[in-house]
Structure formats: C-alpha cells, structure tokens
Nanobody, 124 residues
C-alpha cells in the first residue's frame, strides 16, 4: 500500500557531492517524519538525518555541517544533500518514513516504512 522510492546514489570522489531523493506514495493520510539511515559494510544501520512534519531536523554528529535534509510536502519527497563526502560515508542509504495511512473508512494506522536502499560509494 505504501512505497518509498529512492534515487541519487552512486560513486563519487572524496570531497564531492551527491543528492539523494525519496518519494513516498500510496494511501498516505499524513507524513509525520521522514529521514535517512545508512548501513556501512559490516556495521549496523544508523540514523543520518531526520525531518519532522513541522520542519525540525536532527543530524548524526558525523554529518553535521556537511549534509542537509529537506522535504517537499507537496511531492511527499525528502532530500539529502551531501557535501564534502568522505570515504567513511560509504554505505547503503535507506529512506525512512513515519506515516499515518488509511487502512479503511475512517481507520488509520501509524507505522514506519523503509525504502529499498541506494548505494553511496566515496572513493578515489
């Protein structure tokens, strides 16, 4: 019923930039928050950045000042602009959304949804 589609990953040299996009579609009543997580090779998934419906943001310390999260409410889309990329930013990046969806007439459910992941590789 709900789909998160990511795009924008790829290979970039250290110091380079990339922009990730994630669009949510389906029986969405409201988007409470959206964010990006990443999972480096051999490590656990970690929060990168998150933005609430009110526009409040939070970032992992490792990306503060280099990454910017933003959203286009009209398009149900969240973006992650990444600057000054480092090899340690290499990971699969996953979009996450805290959504309230309509499951029946006047029946709603809040849950977490994930995208399929997009690879970001920072290497020379």
């Amino acid at each position: 019923q709900v789909q998160l589609v990511e795009s924008g990953g790829g290979l970039v040299q250290p110091g380079g930039s990339l922009r990730l996009s994630c669009t949510a579609s389906g029986s969405i009543f409201s988007i409470n928050a959206m964010g990006w997580f990443r999972q480096p090779p051999g490590k656990q998934r970690e929060l990168v950045a998150r933005i609430t419906s009110g526009g409040s943001t939070n970032y992992a310390d490792s990306v503060k000042g280099r990454f910017t999260i933003s959203r286009d409410n009209a398009k149900n889309t969240v973006y992650l602009q990444m600057y000054s990329l480092k090899p340690e930013d290499t990971a699969v990046y996953y979009c996450n959304a805290d959504l309230t969806i309509e499951v029946g007439l006047w029946v709603y459910k809040q849950d977490q949804y994930w995208g399929q992941g997009t690879q970001v590789t920072v290497s020379s």
